[in-house]
């Protein structure tokens, strides 16, 4: 089978593969690169569990090539916390309860990280739309919202 | 679902990619934002042999104002269009739809050129390019030609557009400031494609309406101009009355398709109530 070469920034780090043109983003990061926190779904762009940061912006990853990745610098859940620290959003949810079997919260991660980085005094109405982009089937969004909510009160009292 | 093989090209400017069109014919497809095509090839409805990828083509995203026209380029993603000051200046109906458009991910990548080429029934910006009497530019190698928004929606999933040809340009006229706009949409949720949407643009001269457009999506098997809604505003006030009858008028535009979401009877209170709502709300926009 023909492969394309692939080099690209993830987390940081610097990967080069050769993969057929069809393997999508979501399993080059799963299976290549073995960075199972990006879930995937329904590989059908509605879900948002496979969403990662590419070039600062959300994208749903089951619907790009890997090959269409290159030359991009891609963030995944994995890369958010630093030197052993969570990330304050994941401290938020951890505080606020706002994940339950967790299968949506990579995605949910990586929607509110977008949120917060572009805007970091969200309205309620612009946390409710950031997260609209991902389906939670347990927790009924309200502890997500709060969890968004804090991380940016958090962010901005600089106690981070 | 995964998607079968296909060979990959990445033209990195817009001769290799309209050649490659031409070499490739019908076996070939664009892959712009990937939104619509790639959802498709990953449930297997679409089976591509090759896959043309132009998001190396420079120069297709540029949004301007050329003479009298807001200029937008295909490859525009839709995210860039909804913060843009030139689209909120001379656009504002976009802008307003662009509200009703997918979710931030969906829009960080999709393009404007990619999603009505692609041209799906209950999509947004269709109804829109519609309402604002848009022209696009279709390129091939044997050269250019312009197609009015009107003449290219055809059918479910089908444009005007040729094999071998590609959209590169959308261009509206710029609205001027005294005109009314309005954007309706019931959808199941927010986000979702329109179950029927309504797009309205107004003007109005001494105090009677003198240009009325009005567009819908999600109601027939295709975007389309709604002219027995227009015929009844134009000349009038536009008060409550002949918006009434104006709106019952959108009932019987077309054959509604019912969907999941809604049977044929449905559509058409839908398309009533949306289109009396939008022209009420175009109308206190018009100066």
């Given amino acids: 089978m023909s492969t394309v070469n692939v080099t690209l920034m993830v987390n940081g780090h610097r990967y080069s593969r050769d993969v057929p043109a069809r393997m999508l983003l979501s399993d080059f990061l799963r299976d290549e690169l073995a960075l199972k926190g990006t879930h995937v779904g329904c590989e059908h762009g509605v879900c948002g569990t496979c969403n990662v940061l590419l070039d600062g912006r959300a994208v749903r990853s089951c619907l790009m090539f890997a090959v269409q990745a290159d030359g991009a610098e891609i963030r995944t859940v994995e890369g958010l916390a630093a030197n052993g620290k969570l990330h304050p959003l994941q401290d938020a949810f951890w505080q606020k309860h706002g994940l339950q079997c967790g299968f949506c919260t990579p995605g949910m991660l990586i929607s509110a990280t977008e949120l917060l980085e572009r805007c970091p005094e969200p309205s309620e109405e612009q946390i409710r739309e950031a997260v609209s982009a991902n389906l939670c089937r347990c927790t009924g969004y309200f502890n997500i919202v709060e969890a968004v909510r804090h991380a940016a009160a958090e962010l901005k009292g600089g106690s981070r | ?287």
């Fill in chain 2, 1 to 287: 679902m995964k998607p079968s093989a296909f060979e990959y090209v990445r033209p990195g400017n817009l001769d290799e990619a309209l050649q490659a069109l031409s070499r490739y014919g019908e076996r070939g497809r664009i892959l712009a934002g990937g939104q619509s095509l790639v959802p498709m090839m990953n449930m297997r409805l679409v089976a591509p042999e090759i896959l043309i990828d132009v998001n190396r083509v420079t120069g297709l995203d540029r949004v301007r104002v050329e003479g009298a026209d807001l200029v937008i380029g295909a490859m525009a993603r839709h995210a860039a269009l909804r913060e843009s000051p030139e689209v909120a200046r001379h656009c504002p109906l976009m802008t307003e739809a662009y509200g009703h458009v997918a979710h931030g991910p969906i829009r960080n990548r999709g393009t404007l050129g990619g999603n009505v080429s692609h041209a799906d029934p209950a999509s947004e910006m269709p109804a829109v390019l519609l309402a604002c009497d848009a022209t696009l530019t279709c390129r091939s190698v044997a050269g250019e030609r312009s197609v009015a928004a009107r003449d290219f929606f055809l059918g479910p999933l089908q444009t005007a557009l040729r094999t071998g040809e590609m959209l590169t340009e959308i261009r509206l006229p710029v609205a001027p400031p005294s005109r009314g706009y309005a954007f309706e949409e019931h959808s199941a949720r927010h986000g979702d494609f329109a179950v029927v949407a309504v797009a309205v643009t107004l003007d109005v001269a001494g105090g009677r309406v003198s240009r009325a457009a009005v567009a819908m999506a999600g109601f027939g098997d295709h975007a389309m101009r709604v002219p027995s809604v227009e015929a009844a505003v134009v000349g009038t006030a536009c008060d409550a009355r002949a918006i009434a009858a104006a709106a019952a008028a959108g009932r019987d535009a077309a054959r509604p398709v019912p969907s999941y979401h809604a049977d044929e009877a449905y559509k058409r209170d839908l398309v009533e109530t949306l289109c009396a709502r939008a022209l009420e709300r175009a109308l206190t926009r018009c100066r």
